[in-house]
């Protein structure tokens, strides 16, 4: 019997009752990926089916989903129970013709990608690290980069929710309208998510290549141009010496925005061996570069899977404001170097294609967003995000889902005009607030 078998039969026999985590949590107490949360209970249950999920949702007055918990802020966060859907980690269908893959919600991008690959196909664009859960990043609109790319939610054409009185309900891009468009970016709020259908597309082999030190002034009056001139774009500066540090430049092969490949781009030199973002660090946790071609899978995220992503022991913000903003907001937070730079490990500049989706930080507005990977020091890192909010507040800007921001919950709300849509439509698949929490309550759901 293979793999598959066995756990589909394993779902289906289990019985409804979940066993608790103990081992686990009794040796240790529950973080975030990155270490600097606590979560607030230790109640931490896996389920392997709907079923399971749907007795658990029945037993419980208050639930939240945890994914692979790569959130830095407590959006993922319970006093009471968290849920587990990890072992819930398969693909579901994959339909060649409607161009879509189904997979359970327990699926990274890291499992899905090589298997999408070896069929044939691919995703539009993923985010910086593949090690996420497909779930929990559509949830919190996590994005990659590239002035025509979507965020990652953007793909999702069909979800099934376990909604808090146990019911499943199905939801598609063609059948439900607002309501799906409400339910995508769904922060965890309309209920567990168990499967998730994404838009795919033929494989492509892209090219990834790094410049070094492309001067300040001219990403000033050259943005566009460099924006525009790959499939994706990610320029990463310490805000010293005027420059950005790294321009890294994702080119499809064979099609869209091919890259022009030079020894000169924009006055940055072409790198000359493979780079981390953060150049004392060593690249062997990054991606293949120098423009030699790979799978889509291996370019369009910066670090690999297998390795730690990024530096590993950090803090992250990111603030979305409107694309056409981008030099003027980009200029401000340059104005602030010397408070950030001390207190910083690196900054990443993108650009992301606007949607339709309620909660998205890109509804309805084409945006670039400024990224900050802090050194894990938070009561330094919480002077100086009030600093940079206030700097960047002629922009409006909307703070990442998942990171560190110090934006008053009145403003953070005002940014969504959608929220008091999303707050009903929350309020009928969850009319108890079984999957609200503290920082739901705070950020969303305040009125
Ligand atoms: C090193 C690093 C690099 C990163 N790079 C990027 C980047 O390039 N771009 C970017 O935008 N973000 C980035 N992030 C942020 C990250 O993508 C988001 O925090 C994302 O939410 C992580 O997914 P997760 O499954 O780990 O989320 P979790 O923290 O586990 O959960 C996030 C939210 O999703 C909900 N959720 C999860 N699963 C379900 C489910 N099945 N049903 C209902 N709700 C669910 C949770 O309740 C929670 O509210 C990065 C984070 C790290 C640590």
């Known amino acids: 019997m293979d793999k598959r078998t066995f756990l589909k039969l394993l779902s289906a026999t289990a019985s409804p009752v979940i066993p608790p985590l103990s081992a686990w949590v009794a040796k240790q107490k529950l973080t975030n990926w990155a270490g600097n949360l606590f979560y607030s209970t230790d109640r931490l249950q896996e389920a392997a089916s709907v079923e399971q999920i749907q007795s658990f949702l029945r037993s419980q007055d208050k639930v939240r989903v945890l994914g692979t918990r790569h959130c830095f802020n407590s959006i993922a966060d319970s006093r009471h129970n968290l849920l587990s859907l990890k072992p819930m980690h398969e693909v579901v269908a994959l339909d060649p013709v409607a161009r879509t893959v189904t997979v359970d919600a327990g699926v990274t991008y890291g499992q899905l990608c090589p298997y999408l690959d070896s069929k044939g196909f691919a995703l539009h664009n993923l985010a910086s690290l593949p090690h996420i859960s497909i779930a929990g990043a559509c949830s919190t609109a996590t994005h990659g980069s590239g002035e025509k790319n979507g965020n990652l939610a953007t793909a999702v054409s069909g979800l099934e929710i376990v909604t808090a009185a146990g019911d499943v309900v199905k939801l598609s891009r063609t059948a439900d309208g607002e309501i799906f468009r409400g339910a995508v970016v769904g922060l965890g709020a309309l209920g567990v998510i168990t499967r998730i259908t994404l838009d795919i597309q033929p494989t492509y082999a892209v090219r990834q290549y790094v410049y070094e030190d492309l001067p300040l002034s001219q990403m000033r009056d050259h943005f566009d141009d460099i ?35 030079s020894p000169e781009f924009f006055g940055a030199k072409a790198a000359v061996r493979n780079l981390h973002p953060i150049a004392e660090l060593s690249a062997g946790n990054c991606t293949e570069q120098m423009g030699v071609p790979g799978p889509w899978y291996e370019r369009l995220p ?31 937070v340059e104005r602030l170097r010397d408070q950030v730079t001390p207190h910083l490990l690196i900054s990443e500049i993108r650009t992301i294609a606007a949607d339709e989706l309620w909660m998205s930080t890109s509804y309805r507005q084409p945006s670039v967003t400024i990224h900050f990977t802090w050194k894990p020091d938070w009561p330094a890192v919480r002077r100086l995000l009030p600093v940079i909010e206030k700097e960047l507040s002629p922009f409006q800007p909307r703070p990442h889902w998942g990171k560190l921001f110090t934006l008053s919950p009145a403003k953070f709300r005002s940014r969504y005009e959608r929220l008091g849509d999303f707050i009903e ?23």
């Open 425 to 447: 439509l929350a309020t009928k698949y969850d009319p108890k607030g079984k999957f609200r929490n503290d920082f739901l309550n705070t950020y969303v759901f305040a009125r």
């Open 302 to 332: 910066h670090f690999r899977m297998g390795f730690t992503p990024s530096a590993g022991k950090e803090l992250q913000s990111e603030y979305f404001v409107p694309r056409r903003n981008a030099v003027d907001a980009i200029l401000a």
């Open 227 to 261: 924006q525009a001139s790959a499939y994706s774009v990610s320029l990463f500066t310490d805000w010293q010496k005027q420059r950005i540090n790294e321009a890294w430049i994702k080119s499809r092969v064979g099609g869209g925005q091919a890259f022009a490949a």
